[in-house]
């Protein structure tokens, strides 16, 4: 099972960073993993401290929210439009 667990979350973990995040995978101490942009760079944050299948969940949620963030916003997905045009 933690095999599975572990290819799922290379194979997210690839997935993200094909559609433009860096993946940062940081000691959180006690801070929520979650996604933010920097300049026009998008980041997610995975806590190193948890095991593979935490991990995956929050970069599961992590990239829900900046799903959610997009659907919510039209006028940041026409910038990530205009981003992803000019890469």
């Known amino acids: 099972m933690e095999a599975n667990v572990v290819e799922r979350l290379r194979?997210?973990?690839s997935e993200?960073?094909?559609?433009?995040?860096?993946?940062?995978?940081?000691?959180?101490d006690g801070e929520q993993p979650t996604?933010?942009?920097?300049g026009?760079?998008?980041i997610i944050f995975v806590d190193l401290s948890q095991?593979?299948?935490?991990?995956?969940r929050q970069l599961e949620e992590a990239l829900a929210e900046y799903r959610q963030a997009?659907?919510?916003?039209?006028?940041?997905?026409?910038?990530?439009?205009?981003?992803?045009?000019?890469?």
């Open 70 to 87: 997009i659907a919510l916003s039209p006028e940041k997905h026409n910038a990530e439009k205009k981003i992803r045009q000019a890469a």
């Open 35 to 38: 996604w933010c942009m920097i």
């Open 51 to 56: 095991t593979a299948a935490e991990q995956l």
């Open 11 to 13: 194979r997210l973990s």
């Open 16 to 28: 993200v960073k094909k559609i433009g995040f860096q993946l940062r995978s940081e000691y959180l």
């Open 40 to 42: 026009k760079q998008k």
